[in-house]
């Protein structure tokens, strides 16, 4: 299944489009609730959860008037932040919250903005239903995606990351079977050009500074290391039915072109804007409209220039790596997103290089025996272990 089987989207009803947000704290679910904010006259926000941020939380649930909240993080259910939720708000614990608050019936479409791998339960959930899944987490993709795409029904999944959004939309009005590849666009992170004796030095302060995009903490990270791209070479192999080599990596820094789609005649249609993640927010909610812009727009005559280059491979080694466990398939991607999250955290705490995230990642990898994915309950063994082995390595160092 690809999500390009032309349909009426699901969860697409005649009145407000009623939307939970999982992970509403984070970068991501933030500019949603800006989005919302800002067409209050089409989105109800009617759920919300977060993993630890309830101060935050109770915030937007009083704003909005949510009528139900979920902490996923056991350890914060007894926060004094969570007596301050309106009278009317219920507030669920643990980690089955976020699934629950989805598979509510008076949600028309679930953002998935969760980070990491947690993401997939809830991601899974919502395709056994008939709700819009507005995805933003590639992990569930990475992680699961042999498990979630046969699941998914035309019209339902609606990627929100700026490159397959992008990508998505190139799409539209065109023949699929007459595309020559996809082009994934990177602004190739803070590190642009740097050797690998200079990023073994860099800082996890320095990591966090992206050139282009506002992003939470473990993404920025993953697109200095360029991680962040390989996860989404794999996310598009998945949501597009392609092969790992459709899809071409090529740097464009002003992150301006948010990716393209290249065809048998040598046309290519590219998608361009501003670097503002509320506009494929926005397009996962009002697909297949346009509702008036969310962000500043680009005036390209006061641009200047775009320019392109060729990813370092050799260099980022992450992006070796990723391109290696979405060649394999099976649980390797697991594997890989497991150790590169252990590793990352590593990194941010100072307790690692920022050269030791690859190698952390790589040494799991190999020590891996593939097995084609077969339930979600044996990916999340498969998390597990890949964890439990990237904490020792890091720990023997």
């Known amino acids: 299944m690809s999500v390009l089987a032309p349909s009426h989207p699901l969860g697409a009803p ?28 089409r989105l109800e926000v009617v759920a ?21 909240v979920g902490v996923t993080d056991p350890a914060h259910a007894h926060d004094a932040a969570l007596a301050d939720l309106p009278e009317h708000t219920t507030c669920l614990i643990g980690p089955d919250a976020a699934v629950e608050l989805a598979c509510a019936e008076d949600v028309d479409c679930v953002l998935v903005a969760i980070v990491g791998a947690a993401g997939l339960a809830a991601s899974a959930a919502v395709l056994e239903t008939d709700k819009r899944l507005a ?34 939309q190139c799409y539209q009005g065109e023949s699929a079977a007459q595309a020559h590849a996809i082009w994934l666009t990177c602004s190739g992170g803070p590190f642009f050009g740097r050797t690998r004796e200079e990023l073994s030095r860099v800082t996890p302060a320095e990591a966090l500074a992206h050139p282009t995009w506002n992003m939470g903490a473990k993404i920025t990270i993953d697109s200095a290391t360029l991680m962040n791209k390989g996860l989404e070479r794999i996310e598009a192999m998945h949501l597009f039915g392609v092969d790992m080599e459709f899809i071409r990596i090529v ?14 005649d040598g046309s290519v249609i590219a998608h361009l804007g501003a670097s503002d993640m509320r506009i494929p927010i926005q397009y996962a909610f009002s697909y297949p409209d346009r509702w008036s812009t969310p ?3 680009v005036d390209f005559r006061t641009l200047g220039s775009l320019d392109f280059a060729a990813p370092d491979a050799e260099t ?17 991607p697991c594997v890989m997103n497991a150790a590169n999250e252990v590793a990352v955290s590593a990194f941010l705490a100072g307790a690692c290089s920022f050269t030791d995230i690859d190698a952390i990642v790589e040494r799991c990898m190999d020590a891996h025996t593939v097995e084609p994915v077969q339930s979600l309950e044996q990916l999340a063994d498969v998390d597990a272990w890949a964890r439990r082995t990237a904490e020792h390595m890091l720990a023997a160092r």
């Open 14 to 41: 005649a009145g407000r489009l009623r939307v939970a947000i999982l992970g509403c704290t984070g970068s991501i679910g933030t500019q949603a609730l800006d989005v919302c904010r800002q067409h209050a006259d």
């Open 48 to 68: 919300l959860t977060a993993h630890a941020r309830t101060a935050e939380l109770v915030a937007a649930a009083r704003e909005f008037g949510v009528a139900r």
């Open 135 to 168: 995805l933003a987490n590639k992990e569930s993709l990475v992680v699961g995606g042999d498990l979630l795409m046969p699941r998914v029904r035309p019209g339902q999944l609606i990627p929100v990351d700026s490159e397959h959004a992008a990508i998505f």
């Open 251 to 264: 740097i464009q820094r002003q992150s301006k072109i948010h990716s393209m789609v290249e065809y048998d």
């Open 295 to 297: 962000a500043p727009r």
């Open 316 to 332: 980022f080694r992450c992006l070796a790596l990723a391109e290696q466990a979405g060649r394999t398939r099976g649980t390797l």
